[in-house]
């Protein structure tokens, strides 16, 4: 696993923040210190992911291709941020609310849970906080400097992010449920397909030079399908 406490500044940062998280179903809290070492991306969320009527938010539950598990989310925005992370080929495991993060600010005790832990490939971690720019207040702010510091003292990688570009997310969330099992090509279909598609080109000048054609790939319906709703989604975004 990679990550450690680095640097003689954040060793503070190590006894003055607690990390509550779940195990076996049982709350704990311990500190930085004592827990970054923890497997953040398979523990159970802290909180439950509920909608109701008349509130701000929109929970659910998102199926990771990734993971081929649920991953629960508190807003379309986090929705989003979760089908693009399932789409990074550096992500290996994704966990929605890993743990409290406790600290005292000086005047009062703080508590805030990141959205998600994520797990890359080399055994790096990231903590991702979700929120459009134009919501951020000072509480948030604050929170996510918090944040930030505690990761940076156990070597993780914190980041905020905002609303995606629209007309790519709109084809994204299109796209994505072909990463669905049931979806599955032959490996040699889908890297020839790669190769071609590596720089930009029409989607059927691209399907006759792959040799395979369009139809072994995805059929030409849904190639014709692809296609249209490209443009309906980019007309969508721009309105």
């Avoid at 693009?84 to 080929?89: A, I, K, S, T, V």
């Avoid at 156990?154 to 072909?178: C, D, H, Q, S, T």
């Avoid at 598609?197 to 369009?214: C, I, V």
Wanted: aromatic content about 12%; proline content about 4%; glycine content about 8%.
């Amino acid at each position: 696993m990679v990550g450690a406490p680095v640097g003689v500044f954040e060793e503070a940062a190590l006894a003055a923040f607690d990390l509550a998280f779940s195990v076996d179903g049982t709350l704990v809290r311990r500190s930085l210190g004592s827990s970054w070492d923890t497997p953040f991306e398979a523990v159970d969320p802290v909180r439950e992911f509920s909608w109701h009527k008349g509130g701000q938010g929109f929970a659910g539950w998102y199926y990771a291709a990734t993971l081929r598990d649920h991953v629960g989310y508190e807003s379309w925005l986090e929705r989003d941020r979760l089908i693009l992370l399932d789409r990074d080929p550096q992500v290996v495991a994704i966990a929605s609310q890993p743990f409290w993060l406790h600290w005292h600010d000086g005047t009062r005790k703080r508590r805030h849970a990141p959205d998600y832990f994520v797990r890359l490939a080399d055994g790096r971690a990231r903590v991702v906080d979700v929120r459009a720019a134009d919501e951020m207040d000072e509480a948030t702010r604050e929170a996510f400097e918090a944040t930030e510091h505690a990761c940076r003292a156990v070597g993780w990688k914190f980041e905020w992010v905002a609303r995606p570009e629209p007309v790519f997310m709109a084809n994204i969330r299109w796209l994505y449920r072909y990463r669905r099992a049931r979806c599955g090509r032959p490996v040699a279909v889908a890297d020839r397909l790669r190769e071609v598609f590596r720089e930009p080109m029409g989607l059927w000048e691209g399907a006759g030079l792959s040799e395979t054609g369009w139809r072994s790939c995805t059929g030409s319906h849904q190639a014709s399908n692809l296609a249209r709703h490209r443009g309906r989604a980019t007309d969508r975004a721009r309105r």
